[in-house]
């Protein structure tokens, strides 16, 4: 199997066909009639845009986003109420009214949370979904745009490029289908980030409603909340509705390319040495390597996006990569708008319309993540160890490793910039991916246990205390809060200071600002600072 993105996979087709089994989590039938009187009392609009268990959309509204399957499945526990607003008021009903009943509020955007944390939960919860909160107002003079949290990442590409003549885009990832609302609350980056740093370095205002159901811009939240909600993970802090962002420049021709090499064709040789130059060379120039298994040998796809001509590209790929061989004939100009399209499958289409960023909503499988940050190059016998993981697994079992070259602007920002502290030092990051479309136990635990392997195995050549980890790819083997989600600081720190290293402290002061009762909380949100449990 090849991989078919920049991490969005999205060629599998396989068709769910699970059976959808109902496991609603307790809460007495009073205690439901008092959230819905609670609610109607609230917002005159809001019976519209409720979902309760009996309701015959509801099952198909839950699914919708689950973008793992691993989620939509019957063990799982299922929201008491699915709530898909209009209004800012029917949200703020929502905050008011679960916080009454003591249900929790899962906030789903796009849905892609790679441990499923917008659509299940543990205790008695609801989920707000912003499905229908995804307005895009862009303003190609100023150079700015106002996006609601529901909008997909390729949505924002597409209305940027047609507003603006292909001449403004905005430094998101690289699949399509990823919601604004996570994304940018945890950071956000794709082959952009050498030249312009992640989505959360370019918002200049947000609109959120917090704990107490306050409707709330930039000024009225004040500057530690608007710091903390830009990569510090939307759902400890309240919900965040719409954001306005800087656009950024890309020029009107781009060239793209993507080659494989064996190991025959010294894969080894030309990994080890991409780690030397992609996080040095031009910024304008990202080469981001997918390393798999193709039967008896291993694969290594070198796929880029040069912002700017062949005729500028090679001269620079012969000072500082020659050993990859690129020619004329391994690239493609295309517009920006198009390159976007083209990572996302590495195929060329005849022409960019709006159904293939907007409705191509990506192909859902089973799938898990892990992340790495690498400072000192991986010597060569480490890769080879490596591949023998990957010989050693069952053929059936697919999986990958993706190496996102840092360096450029990243390194421009300091670490406390913004809660996403990945800068200055890291090489680049790896992304361990494995997805399966079977949905057996054995089948889940085989693909897991493969990743837990090759993750077992990186530990020497990645960072050390902490092993640092990014919020977007969220790993809850790296450590949560407990069941009751009332873990102290400290506790809490184990797996905060690998996404945010000593940005957490700061993320506990704005959470104990904002939130002091801990609201918004999930397995790993950040906890306030509670003087029963934490000492000063
Ligand atoms: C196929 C795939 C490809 C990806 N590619 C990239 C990539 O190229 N670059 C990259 O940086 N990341 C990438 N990611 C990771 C992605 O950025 C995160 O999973 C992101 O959090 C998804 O946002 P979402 O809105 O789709 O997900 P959701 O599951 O809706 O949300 C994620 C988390 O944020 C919370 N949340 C969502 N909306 C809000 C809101 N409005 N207010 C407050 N909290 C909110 C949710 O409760 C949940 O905890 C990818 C993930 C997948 C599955
Ligand atoms: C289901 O909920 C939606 C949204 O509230 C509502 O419009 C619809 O009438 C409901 N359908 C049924 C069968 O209850
Ligand atoms: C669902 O329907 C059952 C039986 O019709 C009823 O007893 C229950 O109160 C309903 N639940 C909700 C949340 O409307
Ligand atoms: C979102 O809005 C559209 C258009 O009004 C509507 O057709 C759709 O049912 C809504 N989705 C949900 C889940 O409420
Ligand atoms: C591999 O590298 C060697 C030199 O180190 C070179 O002679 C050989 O041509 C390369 N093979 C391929 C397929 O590029
Ligand atoms: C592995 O071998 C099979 C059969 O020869 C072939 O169809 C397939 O494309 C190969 N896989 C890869 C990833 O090269």
Redesign the pocket.
Known sequence: MKPHG????NVISFVSSLLFLFRGAALAPENHENFLKCLSLQSDTISKVIYTQNNSSYSSVLKS?I??LVFSAPTNQKPLFIITPFHVSEIQAAIKCSKKSGLQI?????????EG???ISDVPFIIVD?INFSEISVDAEAKTAWVQ?GATVGQLNYRIAEKSQNLLAFPV???P???????F??????ALLRKYGVAADHIVDAH?IDAKGRFLNRESMGEDLFWAIRGG???S?????SWKIELVDVPSTVTVFAIPRTLEQNATKLLHKWQYIADRVHEDLFISPFLYRANSTMVCLFTSLFLGGVDRLLPLMQESFPELGLTQEDCREMSFIESVVYINGFEIRESVNANILIDDR?IKRF?KGKADYVIEPIPKEAFEGLYDLFYEEDPRTYGLLVFFPYGGKMSEISESEIPFPHRAGNRYTLLYYAEWQDATNEASQRHKNMLNKLFNYMNPYVTKNPRTA?I???DLDIGTNNKLGDTSVQEASVWGKKYFKNNFYRLVHVKTMVDPENFFR?EQSIPPFNLLKDEL
């Not at 899962?106 to 790679?114: N, P, Y």
């Not at 802090?237 to 509705?241: D, K, M, N, V, Y």
């Open positions: 920049l991490f969005c996979p986003s973008q793992n899962r906030v789903r955007s796009g849905g892609h949370d790679l944390l917008s659509s912003l949290s990832g690289t699949c289908g990823v919601g604004v609302g996570g994304h609350s945890g950071g956000g980056y794709g959120m993970g939307g759902p802090f309240g919900i965040i509705i990506f799938f990014y977007n790819y969220r999930n």
